[in-house]
């Protein structure tokens, strides 16, 4: 198997070479943050929007970003490169560096600085035939899931207690208003109107999440951002996932119950059109610059 070409420390490095120090905050405390950019035929997408969210992140946490927005560009862009280009999905973590263990910040710690590409694959076409299950969970996660952070094990524990139940992602709830999945932004359709959950301190502010909301404004699809209750998501017309990965998932049945009738919505269809017509808008844009 080939090896990929990772970046670590300001270094580009076959990816069996690189190495972390044990005494890495980011091991030790799941002290970082992190980012996933998807990238298509070559280029970043949305770049300055996940750098935009990774300044807010390294913000939020007291961590000085390591590069500026004149060099992540850079140093992202040669890793894809080195990658093959193509379709990836790029990985960027930020930890505050390597320090004896005490949960009192370091002083003068360098942040480790680590980035990997994976292949990035379309969503198969059963789920896009006939969507996913889903299953609601109490939100057991902190109060500032609008950082990104790599500290994960509660989305981990509720996506995979979703797993074990058959189902491809938890819908989490708290007090009981919805928030966002394990691993992804949620949306529903009632009667003809996009809805989502407002930003703030209970979910994470996904990019793909505005663009969805960017084009529905710019297609004159209904929308709005408000709580969204149990009793709406039960009974909602469609639901749907998002993230940059997965892009938009429409969730066909919740709780062992068909949502709507059970396949993928009308509007789902549209919105799915129109996230891959602004992809290749967006690509043909980035070789022209």
Same mark, same amino acid.
């Given at each position: 198997?080939?090896?990929?070409?990772?970046?670590?420390?300001?270094?580009?490095?076959?990816?069996?070479?690189?190495?972390?120090?044990?005494?890495?905050?980011?091991?030790?405390?799941?002290?970082?943050? +992190?980012?996933?950019?998807?990238?298509?035929?070559?280029?970043?997408?949305?770049?300055?929007?996940?750098?935009?969210?990774?300044?807010?992140?390294?913000?939020?946490?007291?961590?000085?970003?390591?590069?500026?927005?004149?060099?992540?560009?850079?140093?992202?862009?040669?890793?894809?490169?080195?990658?093959?280009?193509?379709?990836?999905?790029? +990985?960027?973590?930020?930890?505050?560096?390597?320090?004896?263990?005490?949960?009192?910040?370091?002083?003068?710690?360098?942040?480790?600085?680590?980035?990997?590409?994976?292949?990035?694959?379309?969503?198969?076409?059963?789920?896009?035939?006939?969507?996913?299950?889903?299953?609601?969970?109490?939100?057991?996660?902190?109060?500032?899931?609008?950082?990104?952070?790599?500290?994960?094990?509660?989305?981990?524990?509720?996506?995979?207690?979703?797993?074990?139940?058959?189902?491809?992602?938890?819908?989490?709830?708290?007090?009981?208003?919805?928030?966002?999945?394990?691993?992804?932004?949620?949306?529903?359709?009632?009667?003809?109107?996009?809805?989502?959950?407002?930003?703030?301190?209970?979910?994470?502010?996904?990019?793909?999440?505005?663009?969805?909301?960017?084009?529905?404004?710019?297609?004159?699809?209904?929308?709005?951002?408000?709580?969204?209750?149990?009793?709406?998501?039960?009974?909602?017309?469609?639901?749907?996932?998002?993230?940059?990965?997965?892009?938009?998932?429409?969730?066909?049945?919740?709780?062992?119950?068909?949502?709507?009738?059970?396949?993928?919505?009308?509007?789902?269809?549209?919105?799915?059109?129109?996230?891959?017509?602004?992809?290749?808008?967006?690509?043909?844009?980035?070789?022209?610059?």
């Amino acid at each position: 198997m080939t090896m990929s070409t990772v970046f670590l420390n300001g270094d580009f490095l076959p990816e069996e070479q690189a190495s972390i120090s044990p005494l890495d905050r980011g091991f030790i405390f799941g002290d970082g943050v +992190y980012e996933v950019i998807p990238v298509y035929n070559g280029h970043l997408f949305r770049l300055d929007e996940h750098l935009q969210r990774l300044s807010n992140s390294l913000s939020s946490v007291h961590i000085t970003a390591p590069y500026n927005n004149d060099e992540w560009p850079q140093l992202l862009n040669k890793l894809a490169t080195q990658n093959g280009g193509g379709n990836l999905s790029l +990985y960027l973590q930020i930890t505050r560096g390597i320090a004896q263990r005490d949960h009192a910040f370091p002083h003068d710690t360098r942040p480790t600085v680590f980035a990997m590409c994976n292949a990035l694959h379309p969503v198969s076409e059963v789920i896009q035939h006939d969507g996913v299950k889903a299953i609601t969970l109490d939100d057991t996660r902190w109060k500032n899931c609008h950082i990104k952070s790599i500290s994960l094990l509660p989305n981990i524990l509720l996506r995979q207690q979703a797993l074990d139940n058959g189902a491809a992602e938890a819908i989490l709830v708290r007090d009981n208003n919805v928030t966002e999945g394990a691993a992804s932004n949620l949306f529903i359709v009632s009667d003809g109107t996009l809805i989502t959950p407002p930003k703030g301190s209970k979910l994470l502010p996904g990019i793909t999440r505005d663009l969805i909301l960017e084009l529905a404004l710019n297609n004159n699809i209904p929308m709005r951002e408000t709580e969204i209750s149990m009793a709406a998501l039960t009974a909602a017309d469609e639901i749907w996932l998002s993230s940059s990965t997965k892009e938009i998932i429409p969730v066909t049945q919740l709780n062992e119950t068909p949502v709507g009738n059970g396949k993928p919505g009308a509007l789902w269809t549209n919105m799915i059109k129109l996230y891959q017509q602004y992809k290749q808008d967006y690509n043909s844009q980035e070789q022209e610059d």
